[in-house]
């Protein structure tokens, strides 16, 4: 078990205002788990030939995505956008 956490960055407000209640859930049930991934976070999603800095990763089967910073200093996700197409 790791102590890494995720957050919204830079509000949950900001970033979930006029989504779907589903939507939200299914945004912070990925969060958790790439939380639960800790260092390994950083190798996860779009871009696939490196590793750190923003990544992107699909959501509801390709009808949006997330945009998450890895922070490994910090030990913690944060997601900085959520795209729906909804």
Known sequence: ???WTWDYNPSTDY???GLPPGVIAEVERLATELA???EDSTKVGRPLDREGGL???DI???RGFISFLSVPRHECVYV???TFYG
């Open 15 to 17: 970033l979930t205002t």
């Open 60 to 62: 509801l089967n390709g």
């Open 80 to 82: 900085c956008n959520v």
């Open 1 to 3: 078990m790791n102590n």
């Open 55 to 57: 990544r992107e990763f």
């Open 36 to 38: 639960a991934l800790g």
